[in-house]
């Protein structure tokens, strides 16, 4: 009897040893797919356990997981949640500004689906880096060069520009400051002027603008209503809870709403949706090395994340006023 458990214990910690041989395998494919290096042996066991940590919530995200979404390891795997950080929002803000909205409507029925990326108006998704809570300026950005791609001529604005000229900076804001900042300051110059560099420092106005917004809107907070809007005016910059876009790998995320719910910590685009498949379509700043290409997918018509909350986007006024329609 004893022999067996003896034999049992030992099984059970050959098994053991085979699973953090596996981890191990993979965790220096992971080092050599994302070029990392640790400064010491000790720094590599950490985030190795860190790792394995994250190994283990991305398993529980996939057995949870209602919609064909793939969590696994990305480029974040190796850094604690309190690390990968990356917005925060600032609800007073909201509170503060919430006198100078006003909500509108869209009166058309949406379109089935819609890709404004088809239109060649979205720039890639580029990377805020690790150390600047500037995903308000981001989403803020692509949405202006967005609007001004469907309304005028393509444009690449700097995020850097509003960074610093924002009183958010590197602390994380709702997109209607980034919005107001750009009012004010009259408009952004384009991006080869006025790099990022992920870091706030002086607020420089003396450059050319390349592209001014009138105003913006706040959408109501209907999934509707934001579709008929990116239907025929383009795209939509919304916050969102981003507790499953750490492990996001690919694939449309449908959260139990338990799992994901409407308290908002990250601002994204939506630059298109598919009615018929019930899914957006949001485009990210974590590079285009995370995600579908910097892009992801999320279930459409069930708030999932919170994705009604907070819709916003920027008016430009070309002086031309045709129709556009979304291309499917
Ligand atoms: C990998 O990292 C090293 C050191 O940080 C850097 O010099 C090199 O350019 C990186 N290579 C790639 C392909 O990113
Ligand atoms: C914006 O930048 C991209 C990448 O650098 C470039 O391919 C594109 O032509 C630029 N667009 C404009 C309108 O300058
Ligand atoms: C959302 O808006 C649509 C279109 O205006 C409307 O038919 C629907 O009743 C609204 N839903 C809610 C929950 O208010
Ligand atoms: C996001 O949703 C999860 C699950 O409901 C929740 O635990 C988490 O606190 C939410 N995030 C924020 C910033 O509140």
């Known amino acids: 009897m004893s022999l067996f458990l003896a034999l049992f214990a030992l099984s059970g910690i050959f098994l053991e040893t085979v699973r953090g041989t596996l981890e191990m395998m993979q965790f220096e ?52 949640d309190e690390e990968f950080l990356r917005c925060r929002p600032d609800h007073r803000a909201y509170f503060e500004s919430q006198t100078l909205l006003r909500q509108v409507t869209e009166e058309n029925a949406p379109v089935k689906t819609c890709d404004w990326r088809k239109k060649g ?27 001004w791609g469907i309304w005028g001529s393509p444009k690449n604005l700097s995020v850097q520009q509003l960074v610093d000229c924002s009183k958010c900076g590197c602390q994380g ?77 690919k694939g449309v995320i449908d959260p139990h709403p338990e799992k994901c719910d409407n308290n908002v910590d990250h601002a994204v685009l939506i630059v298109g949706f598919s009615r018929e498949k019930k899914y957006w379509i949001l485009k990210n700043s974590w590079g285009n090395d995370w995600g579908e290409n910097g892009f992801f997918r999320l279930r459409l018509g069930s708030n999932a994340c919170g994705i009604a909350e907070y819709p916003a986007s920027a008016i430009v006024n070309t002086g031309t006023f045709k129709r556009h329609i979304c291309p499917p």
């Open 121 to 147: 108006v979205i720039s890639v998704p580029k990377n805020q880096g690790p150390s600047c809570l500037s995903c308000y300026a981001f989403a803020a950005v692509g949405n202006i060069e967005a609007q």
């Open 29 to 80: 494919n992971f080092i050599a797919q994302f070029n990392k290096t640790y400064a010491s042996k000790e720094e590599f066991h950490r985030r190795f356990a860190i790792f394995q940590k994250n190994l283990e919530e991305a398993k529980r995200l996939q057995r949870e997981e209602r919609g064909t979404a793939q969590y696994g390891i990305t480029k974040f795997s190796d850094l604690t």
């Open 173 to 249: 804001g709702y997109t209607w400051n980034a919005f107001m900042t750009v009012i004010k300051i009259g408009g952004l110059t384009n991006e080869k002027n006025y790099k990022y560099t992920g870091k706030k420092s002086t607020c420089k106005t003396n450059l050319k603008p390349e592209a001014t917004i009138q105003d913006f809107v706040i959408l109501q907070r209907n999934e509707t209503v934001i579709c008929s809007h990116v239907s025929y005016k383009g795209t939509v910059t919304v916050a969102i809870n981003q507790t499953l876009l750490k492990q996001y790998q």
